[in-house]
């Protein structure tokens, strides 16, 4: 799995099959088995569809599936491509997706760190 974390603001703890990411009392993660429920205080509504998480930002965000993958994008900023198995979010300019076989890997200029982490 992938480990994400922002400098200072985010904890990662693994559970097995899923990342649990808290930011400092903005994020509850919630377990369903095989995937992680990411809900902001009010901001956030997590809707559950078999494998996948659909996470909604109050008219920001317009998810929709594909097969085994969610494609989030936001008004305007983020364009998502498919790669087979998973998705690429890029923003503009400030994201770079890197692949690697079977994972996604997101860094922001200087903000996220990614490590990996065996079995992705």
Known sequence: M???TRQ?????????????????????????????ILTRQG????YENETMVILMRQGHYKAYENETMLILTRQGRYKAYEN?????LMRQG???????????ILTRQ????????ETM
């Open 110 to 117: 200087g903000r996220y760190k990614a490590y990996e982490n």
């Open 43 to 46: 901001r956030y509504k997590a």
């Open 84 to 88: 087979e198995t998973m998705v690429i």
């Open 94 to 104: 400030r994201y770079k997706a890197y692949e690697n076989e079977t994972m996604l």
């Open 8 to 36: 200072g603001r985010y904890k990662a703890y693994e559970n097995e099959t899923m990342v649990i990411l808290m930011r400092q009392g903005r994020y509850k993660a919630y377990e369903n088995e095989t995937m992680l």
């Open 2 to 4: 992938l480990i994400l």
